[in-house]
């Protein structure tokens, strides 16, 4: 989950689907890259690329019949369901993806004293991140730009306007 978040941040169509893929077969890879594909538009376009996002695409990917999850990833999205309406209950307008990233960022803050020790690709921490992401995150910030515009082209390209939804034979 942490790794198709980072890569949707990135651009990255591919370590999306790789990582999507890595929970469970896909039943229609192709279904699957136009879904990602679709999803990283919308990141383009001001979608921020967290929990929020990635559950709307799963269950995107669910309804197209283009994968089918695990169970104990159905119990994970119900988990978030309920933990995302007492989020709302309780604090009013916050959304799971601002509690998660805050949680996140203090888990990172705590992990920090250890990870000098720990083995560059371990993801063996809270954050599920591992030294080999963060330096590739940090490394492959001008592919991420590249990717960025490369994309936004292309929507623009497809639609004439890069705000407007692409065409539905797309």
């Known amino acids: 989950m ?18 999507l ?3 469970r077969h896909p039943s229609d890879p192709a279904t ?12 383009r376009q001001g979608t921020f690329p967290g929990m929020d996002w990635l ?7 669910g309804t ?21 309406g007492v989020i709302g209950d309780v604090s009013g307008q916050p959304s799971i993806d601002e509690v998660l990233v805050m949680t996140g960022l203090a ?7 250890a ?5 560059f690709a371990s993801r063996a921490f809270g954050t599920h991140w591992s030294n080999a992401d963060g330096f590739g995150l940090w490394a492959g910030w001008p592919l991420t730009v590249a990717r960025y515009w490369t994309g936004a082209w292309q929507d ?14 797309r």
């Not at 942490?2 to 990582?19: F, I, K, L, P």
């Not at 559950?55 to 990917?61: E, I, K, S």
């Not at 888990?107 to 004293?113: A, C, I, K, S, V």
């Open 32 to 43: 699957l890259r136009a879904t990602v594909a679709e999803g990283l538009r919308q990141v």
């Open 115 to 119: 990870r000098p020790f720990a083995p």
């Open 156 to 169: 623009a390209l497809a639609t004439g306007d890069p705000t407007s939804p692409p065409p539905s034979g």
């Open 55 to 61: 559950m709307a695409l799963l269950d995107r990917l």
């Open 21 to 23: 893929a890595a929970l």
């Open 64 to 84: 197209a019949g283009a994968m089918q999850f695990p169970e104990n990833l159905t119990l994970f999205r119900k988990a978030l369901l309920t933990l995302s």
């Open 107 to 113: 888990q990172f803050g705590r992990e920090w004293p």
């Open 2 to 19: 942490v790794q198709a978040v980072a890569c949707a941040a990135t651009q990255d169509e591919a370590g999306v689907s790789r990582a």
